[in-house]
């Protein structure tokens, strides 16, 4: 149980066009999602939380017009990259929390490359 | 100061060996304590799972958290080549949020 899927696990795009990558509960409901991104060889950075049907709650520097997140249902959120531009080139993780759990389970993350 | 401390290694040790992991954290407002696991260009994993205080053991893992030393451990036994991966340690207080230690990349030698 507990599965997170997350997609497309590896993106190129052109600098100004945008992405967007999926994030799915699989086998129970995420009350909560996060999404992190992560440098090479370091931690991972919170980036931003979304409760099903409320706005996203973004970290101190992050963009929220740059990095759009839409939590529309229990088992999907998306971060949409707009206009990206080769330093958004990053690996991003999704993270769901289920509702009475405090633990967050990751999806496999997603690699931006943008040219 | 940084909130969550881990030591980043790398560590390196001969299979079959015990794999000790450790973090220090500040904020006594934690309760929730995780360890995940992290293969090269892979999501997290979750390993261990501890609220408050305590050890608790699952399979060749073992976690442990002294909350009056602010301290948690992961042990891992009869290390395997396939345990060669970055581990995170993870915490929480009630808002949910992770604050993460900076990993450790372990390798085990065939």
């Known amino acids: 149980g507990a599965v997170v899927s997350q997609h497309p696990s590896r993106v190129i795009c052109k600098s100004g066009t945008s992405v967007k990558i999926e994030c799915r509960s699989l086998d129970f409901q995420a009350t909560t999602m996060f999404w992190y991104r992560q440098f090479p060889k370091q931690s991972l950075m919170l980036m931003a939380t979304?409760?099903?049907?409320?706005?996203?709650?973004?970290e101190q520097g992050v963009e929220k017009d740059k990095f759009l997140i839409n939590h529309a249902s229990l088992t999907l959120s998306t971060l949409t990259v707009t206009s990206a531009h080769p330093e958004d080139s990053s690996f991003y993780i999704c993270?769901?929390?289920?509702?009475?759990?405090?633990?967050?389970?990751f999806g496999a993350g997603t690699r931006l490359s943008v040219l | 100061q940084k909130e969550v401390e881990q030591d980043p290694g790398p560590l390196s040790v001969p299979e079959g060996a015990i794999v000790s992991l450790n973090c220090t954290y500040s904020?006594?407002?934690?309760?929730?304590f995780m360890w995940y696991r992290q293969y090269s260009r892979k999501g997290p994993e979750l390993l261990m799972y501890t609220y408050s205080s305590g050890n608790k053991e699952d399979g060749r893992f073992t976690a442990q958290v002294d909350k009056s030393s602010k301290y948690i451990s992961l042990f891992i036994r009869d290390s395997q080549p396939s345990d060669s991966a970055t581990y995170l340690c993870a915490m929480s207080a009630d808002d949910y949020k992770l604050s993460f230690g900076a990993g450790t990349t372990v390798t085990v030698r065939a």
């Open positions: 979304s409760n099903e049907g409320s706005k996203a709650t973004y």
């Open positions: 904020n006594s407002a934690f309760q929730y």
């Open positions: 993270s769901a929390r289920s509702s009475g759990k405090n633990i967050q389970y």
